[in-house]
């Protein structure tokens, strides 16, 4: 059983493709992800107590869902890292950076228009890829061969 690490844009299914096309090939592959509910994830600190200024909610709610990434990124093959067009994505650069520290290989999965801004991030990466189904063909090979 292989574990891939799902980081990047919540706004689009690419997860839900990935997913249904491993599962359509029958591939051995637990998936993981950051928390991809929003509001929960913007809320996650809130149970240690309110905060009067956005940074400080924001600055207790982004530590507690690093203690979950922290650790699916480390227990992770290896993962994809997902750029959207909509919005920046600073996590999911942060996330790649974390890999490439770790040793854990990734593929990016991006269109063609932000290859500038991300050419450091894809320098890192062992593969990119420009749709979900390129990606499970990769993890088609990666799993497989």
């Not at 993981?32 to 913007?42: E, F, K, L, P």
């Not at 290896?78 to 999911?92: E, L, M, S, T």
């Not at 520290?101 to 990466?125: Q, W």
Request: aromatic share 10%.
């Amino acid at each position: 059983m292989w574990t891939v690490y799902l980081s990047g844009e919540i706004h689009t299914d690419w997860r839900d493709q990935i997913k249904a096309g491993a599962k359509e090939l029958g591939l051995e592959i637990e998936f993981t992800s950051a928390n991809t509910d929003h509001d929960s994830s913007d809320a996650a600190g809130d149970h240690l107590g309110a905060e009067d200024k956005a940074f400080w909610r924001d600055h207790k709610s982004a530590k507690v869902n690093a203690m979950r990434i922290k650790n699916l990124i480390e227990q992770a093959d290896f993962a994809v890292i997902r750029f959207g067009d909509k919005y920046k994505q600073w996590n999911a650069a942060f996330d790649a950076g974390y890999c490439a520290a770790l040793d854990v290989p990734y593929i990016t999965l991006h269109d063609e228009s932000i290859i500038h801004p991300l050419k450091e991030v894809d320098a890192a990466a062992m593969a990119w890829a420009q749709t979900p189904q390129q990606v499970v063909e990769t993890l088609r090979y990666i799993t497989q061969a």
